[in-house]
């Protein structure tokens, strides 16, 4: 598995964890596949340490930046020795520099994790914009 797909399942793995938990059901037993504690409990998360992670997002909402830039950034650092890069943006800014990145050929562009909703997510999945 390559750094950037490592960081990559890790950022999300973490994101999701801490967006999400309360969503669990009481009842659940086992760690399903492909949820945020399977995909961490399988990073290999020393292979990223020390590295730095671009978190490109809307920067609408000063509460939602500050929780980012505090409580997340710390404990990626805390936890995984991980620096947390946030990059506030419009969605059209983020979607027209990975079709950008994507026209120029590069394999690996500026952005490790976006946070993009579903009609988003669907038009730059459409359009090949993402990885994995």
Do not use: C, H
Request: charged share 25%; glycine share 10%; hydrophobic share 40%.
């Amino acid at each position: 598995m390559t750094k950037f797909f490592k960081k990559t399942a890790l950022m999300a793995a973490l994101l999701i964890y801490t967006a999400g938990t309360a969503s669990v059901p009481a009842r659940a037993t086992s760690v399903p596949a492909g949820s945020s504690q399977a995909v961490s409990s399988q990073a290999d998360f020393e292979s990223v340490r020390g590295t730095e992670v671009t978190f490109y997002g809307w920067d609408g909402s000063e509460k939602t930046n500050a929780w980012i830039d505090g409580y997340l950034a710390k404990a990626m650092e805390e936890k995984y020795g991980i620096k947390l890069k946030r990059v506030g943006m419009d969605i059209d800014q983020i979607l027209s520099q990975l079709l950008s990145e994507k026209t120029a050929g590069l394999e690996k562009g500026k952005i490790d994790v976006i946070w993009i909703n579903g009609e988003n997510f669907y038009t730059a999945r459409k359009e090949g914009l993402l990885a994995g």
